[in-house]
C-alpha cells in the first residue's frame, strides 16, 4: 500500500512533466511549421517529444546521474532552449512563400499536398477517417491495457534483455554498468522505456514504452503516402494496413524494438520528401533526429539506416542539382553564396543531429572496449555469438529448399494477405513503376511544371530504390533463420522473419498502394470508391485473422476495455466541443485519474509479481527472493523475473558459463549469495548449460529446494571449509569416476 501511495503521488509530477515536455514540442512544431495539417503535427510533435525524452536521459545517464531528480529539469529545460533556437532561427514568411513551402490543408489533416506540390480540396472523407483512427485507437488502449497494464511480461527478448536494460540503468544510475551479458547493445527504444517506469517503485507502465513509436509508425506512413501522392481515405488504410501484423500487436504491450526499427525508418524517409519538396531546414533538422534514433534502436537497424541514408543522399542530389541551376535575377556573387548556404546548411544540420541523437552507445563501446561496435571485431565475439557461420542464419546463405515456403507462410501467418501480396507484386510493382517514370520523363510539360514534375518522379524513383535496399537487408540479416544449426527453428515459428523484415514489407506495401493509385488513378470515382472498400475489407479480414491466431492475450477483456475507453473518450470530446470551460476541467480530471490508475497498477504489479514468475518458470524460487535484497549472479538468459517487482536484487549476468572457480570468483568480487541456472537441454547451443550439474557438484554452492525442474536456485558460502567435507568430496569423486 504504502509503494502504490508513492508511485500515486510520482504519477502526478511524471505527468505534468510529460504534458510540459509534449505541449512545448506542440508549440516548437507550430512555430517551424504554423500551416501543418493535424497528422503532420502528430509527426513532428512525436518526434520532437521522443527526441527531448532521448537526449535528457542520455546525458544525465552519461553521467552517472539517471533519476527522476534529475532526468526531468533536464527534459524541461531542453523544451524551453529547442523553443528559443527556433523563435530565434526562423525562416521570413517571405522566404515561406516563396519556395512553395505552405503545407494547408483542412482541420483535420485528411487531404494535403500531393508530390506535386498542390493542395487538393476537401474530398469529405474527414468524418470516416475520424471514425477509422477512434475506432483503431480505442481498439489498441483496451489491448494495452488489458494485455499489457493489468499483465505481466512473457516475451522471450524482453525478459533477456529489454527490461533488464532498464532496471540495471537504474539500480546503478548509469548507462554505462556492464552487469547484462549484452550490455554493449544500442538500447533507444530501451531508454524511452526508462521513462516510463524511472520515477516509480516497479516497471508497471513498461507496456507503454512502445505507445509514442505506434504514434509516429501510424503518422508516419500517413505523412510519406500523402508525400507521395496518396489522398483521401488511402493514406489512413495504409497505416491501419502496416499496423496489422503480429508482430505490432505483440510488441505494443511489451519492450521489444522492431516496430521501433520501422517507424524511425518511415518516419525519417517522410522527413526526406519533405525536404526535397520545400527545402526547409527544419525538414532536415528532423531528419537527423529520425536517422540518429534509427542508429541507436539495435545493430540490426544499421542497415536499414544505411538504406535511409542512401535515400537522404539521392534526394538532396536531386535538390542540390535544382539549387545550383535554377535562375535567379540575383547579381552572381550573392547567388553563389546563397546556393552554397542553401545546400549546405540543411545537411549539416542533419549530420550533427544525428550524431547528437544515435551516437552515443557507439561513443561509449568505443570508449570502454575500443570497439563502437563491440562485440564485432573484438576477441569477444566467439563468445557473444555461439553460432560459428552466421551465414547459414540469413535468408540468402541458407540453401536449404525449404527456406522460400516456409517464408511465405512465415509472412502469411504473422502479418496477413495484404502483406504477402505487396511481397509477390514487388517485381510487378518495380516493371510498372518503371515504365510510369520512363514515360513521364519523356513527356516533359511546360517551364513552370518541371521542377515540380522533377520532384515528384525524384521521390518515386527513391522509393523504388528503398524497397529494393530495405529487401536486400532482409536477405541478410543474421539470426533470421535459425539460432541452432540445421533446424530453421525461427522460420517454422514465422515471428522472427517478420518482425526483422517489418520494414521492409511495410515498404513493400506501401510502394504496391502508391503504384496501385497511379495505375487505376484515371478510373471513374465509383470504381475508385469499390476498390477502396475492397481494400478495407481486406484490412478488416486481416485484423480478425490476426485476432484468431492470438493465444496468450486476453482479447473479451481488452475489447471491453477498448469499448469503455473509446466511448469515454467520445463523451469527453463531445462535452469539452460544447462546454469551453470543460478544457480546464478535463485537464484537472486528469491530474486525478491517472495518479489513481497508476495507484491500481501498482498495487497489482507488487501483489501479483512473484505468483506469476513462479508459475512461468514453474518454481517457488521467486517467492523465496523476497526475505530480503539479494545480490544473484543469473546464469540464465531470461535474467529479468530476479529482480523482483522492486527491483529490490541486484542482477550480475555473465556472457557464457566459464566454470564454478570462475562463478565463485564472480560471486566473490559481486558480494553475491545467491546463483540462479535453468536448464537448456532441448538446445544444441546454450551458454549456461554445463552448470546445471557443475554447481550442484561443487560444496560452496548449497542449492536450496525450489519445486522446479527447469530451475536452481544456490547458496553461495564464500567460507565453506572443504575440509570439513572430506566425505562429501570423495562421494562426488567416486560419482565423476563413474560418470567418466
Given at each position: 500500500m504504502t509503494l502504490a501511495l508513492q508511485d500515486a503521488a510520482m504519477a502526478g509530477l511524471w505527468l505534468m512533466v510529460t504534458w510540459l515536455v509534449a505541449w512545448s514540442a506542440l508549440r516548437l512544431c507550430k512555430q517551424a511549421f504554423p500551416d501543418h495539417s493535424l497528422s503532420a503535427d502528430i509527426l513532428v510533435t512525436t518526434v520532437l517529444t521522443v527526441g527531448i525524452i532521448h537526449l535528457s536521459l542520455v546525458l544525465m545517464g552519461a553521467a552517472g546521474l539517471l533519476n527522476a531528480w534529475a532526468v526531468w529539469p533536464v527534459a524541461v529545460l531542453f523544451a524551453g532552449l529547442s523553443r528559443i533556437v527556433v523563435r530565434r532561427v526562423r525562416e521570413r514568411p517571405a522566404d515561406t512563400r516563396r519556395r512553395g513551402q505552405c503545407d494547408r490543408s483542412d482541420e483535420l489533416g485528411f487531404v494535403a499536398s500531393s508530390t506535386t506540390g498542390q493542395i487538393a480540396k476537401p474530398d469529405g472523407y474527414a468524418v470516416w477517417t475520424m471514425v477509422i483512427w477512434w475506432i483503431a485507437t480505442s481498439a489498441y488502449a483496451g489491448h494495452v491495457i488489458g494485455n499489457g497494464l493489468l499483465a505481466f511480461p512473457e516475451d522471450w527478448d524482453t525478459l533477456m534483455y529489454h527490461l533488464p536494460f532498464?532496471?540495471?540503468?537504474?539500480?546503478?544510475?548509469?548507462?554505462?554498468?556492464?552487469?547484462?551479458?549484452?550490455?554493449?547493445?544500442?538500447?533507444?527504444?530501451?531508454?524511452?522505456?526508462?521513462?516510463?517506469?524511472?520515477?516509480?517503485?516497479?516497471?508497471?507502465?513498461?507496456?507503454?514504452?512502445?505507445?509514442?513509436?505506434?504514434?509516429?509508425?501510424?503518422?508516419?506512413?500517413?505523412?510519406?503516402?500523402?508525400?507521395?501522392?496518396?489522398?483521401?481515405?488511402?493514406?489512413?488504410?495504409?497505416?491501419?494496413?502496416?499496423?496489422?501484423?503480429?508482430?505490432?500487436?505483440?510488441?505494443?504491450?511489451?519492450?521489444?524494438?522492431?516496430?521501433?526499427?520501422?517507424?524511425?525508418?518511415?518516419?525519417?524517409?517522410?522527413?526526406?520528401?519533405?525536404?526535397?519538396?520545400?527545402?526547409?531546414?527544419?525538414?532536415?533538422?528532423?531528419?537527423?533526429?529520425?536517422?540518429?534514433?534509427?542508429?541507436?534502436?539495435?545493430?540490426?537497424?544499421?542497415?536499414?539506416?544505411?538504406?535511409?541514408?542512401?535515400?537522404?543522399?539521392?534526394?538532396?542530389?536531386?535538390?542540390?542539382?535544382?539549387?545550383?541551376?535554377?535562375?535567379?535575377?540575383?547579381?552572381?556573387?550573392?547567388?553563389?553564396?546563397?546556393?552554397?548556404?542553401?545546400?549546405?546548411?540543411?545537411?549539416?544540420?542533419?549530420?550533427?543531429?544525428?550524431?547528437?541523437?544515435?551516437?552515443?552507445?557507439?561513443?561509449?563501446?568505443?570508449?570502454?572496449?575500443?570497439?563502437?561496435?563491440?562485440?564485432?571485431?573484438?576477441?569477444?565475439?566467439?563468445?557473444?555469438?555461439?553460432y560459428e557461420d552466421l551465414s547459414n542464419t540469413t535468408i540468402l546463405g541458407n540453401g536449404d529448399p525449404a527456406v522460400p515456403d516456409l517464408l511465405i507462410e512465415a509472412v502469411w501467418k504473422m502479418a496477413g494477405p495484404l502483406h504477402l501480396a505487396a511481397m509477390a507484386a514487388i517485381p510487378a510493382v518495380m516493371i510498372s513503376a518503371s515504365l510510369m517514370l520512363l514515360f513521364a520523363f519523356r513527356h516533359r510539360k511546360i517551364d513552370e511544371q518541371r521542377a515540380t514534375d522533377f520532384r515528384s518522379r525524384s521521390a518515386q524513383f527513391v522509393l523504388i530504390v528503398g524497397v529494393i535496399g530495405c529487401g536486400c537487408v532482409w536477405v541478410i540479416t543474421p539470426m533470421l533463420v535459425e539460432d541452432q544449426p540445421g533446424t530453421l527453428n525461427h522460420l517454422r515459428w514465422g515471428y522472427g522473419p517478420v518482425r526483422y523484415g517489418l520494414t521492409f514489407l511495410s515498404m513493400s506495401l506501401i510502394t504496391m498502394f502508391v503504384v496501385g493509385q497511379g495505375l487505376v488513378r484515371k478510373l471513374p470515382v465509383r470504381a475508385n470508391t469499390i476498390i477502396a472498400l475492397v481494400v478495407g475489407g481486406v484490412v478488416v479480414l486481416q485484423v480478425g485473422m490476426l485476432a484468431t491466431r492470438v493465444v496468450r492475450f486476453d482479447l473479451i477483456a481488452a475489447g471491453l476495455i477498448g469499448a469503455n475507453f473509446g466511448l469515454a473518450s467520445l463523451m469527453i470530446r463531445v462535452v469539452s466541443s460544447r462546454f469551453r470551460r470543460f478544457e480546464v476541467a478535463k485537464n484537472v480530471l486528469a491530474l486525478f485519474l491517472v495518479p489513481g490508475a497508476v495507484f491500481l497498477f501498482s498495487q497489482h504489479w507488487h501483489e501479483g509479481f512473484d505468483e506469476h514468475f513462479n508459475r512461468y518458470d514453474n518454481t517457488n524460487a521467486h517467492s523465496q527472493l523476497n526475505d530480503k535484497s539479494h545480490r544473484i549472479i543469473v546464469l540464465s538468459n531470461r535474467v529479468y523475473p530476479f529482480f523482483g517487482s522492486q527491483r529490490q536484487n541486484h542482477v550480475l549476468q555473465p556472457m557464457l558459463y566459464y566454470g564454478k572457480d570462475a562463478v565463485a570468483a564472480s560471486c566473490e568480487a559481486f558480494g553475491a549469495d545467491l546463483v540462479v541456472t535453468r536448464v537448456d537441454n532441448h538446445k544444441s547451443l546454450a551458454r549456461y548449460r554445463a552448470s546445471w550439474d557443475d554447481l550442484a557438484a561443487d560444496p560452496r554452492f548449497d542449492e536450496i529446494e525450489t519445486g522446479s525442474e527447469r530451475l536452481k536456485l544456490f547458496r553461495y558460502y564464500a567460507d565453506f571449509n572443504v575440509a570439513k567435507s572430506a566425505e562429501f568430496s570423495q562421494t562426488i569423486s567416486s560419482e565423476q569416476k563413474r560418470a567418466n
Open positions: 532498464i532496471d540495471f540503468w537504474i539500480q546503478s544510475g548509469s548507462l554505462t554498468t556492464m552487469q547484462s551479458a549484452r550490455w554493449s547493445t544500442p538500447a533507444t527504444g530501451e531508454l524511452i522505456g526508462a521513462w516510463f517506469v524511472l520515477p516509480f517503485s516497479g516497471d508497471f507502465l513498461a507496456p507503454l514504452t512502445n505507445v509514442p513509436i505506434f504514434i509516429l509508425l501510424a503518422s508516419g506512413v500517413v505523412e510519406l503516402t500523402r508525400r507521395l501522392g496518396l489522398s483521401g481515405l488511402w493514406p489512413h488504410l495504409v497505416a491501419i494496413a502496416c499496423l496489422a501484423t503480429h508482430v505490432t500487436f505483440r510488441q505494443s504491450v511489451d519492450v521489444s524494438n522492431d516496430v521501433a526499427v520501422a517507424a524511425f525508418f518511415l518516419g525519417g524517409l517522410a522527413f526526406t520528401l519533405r525536404y526535397l519538396q520545400s527545402g526547409r531546414v527544419a525538414d532536415a533538422c528532423l531528419f537527423g533526429i529520425c536517422f540518429g534514433l534509427l542508429c541507436g534502436v539495435k545493430y540490426f537497424a544499421l542497415g536499414y539506416a544505411a538504406v535511409l541514408l542512401g535515400m537522404w543522399g539521392l534526394l538532396c542530389l536531386f535538390r542540390l542539382s535544382q539549387i545550383w541551376f535554377r535562375r535567379s535575377t540575383e547579381s552572381g556573387e550573392h547567388r553563389i553564396a546563397d546556393r552554397w548556404r542553401e545546400a549546405l546548411v540543411p545537411q549539416v544540420m542533419a549530420a550533427a543531429l544525428a550524431l547528437l541523437f544515435g551516437g552515443y552507445w557507439y561513443l561509449r563501446n568505443w570508449w570502454m572496449t575500443g570497439y563502437p561496435l563491440y562485440p564485432k571485431g573484438s576477441p569477444d565475439m566467439s563468445e557473444r555469438i555461439l
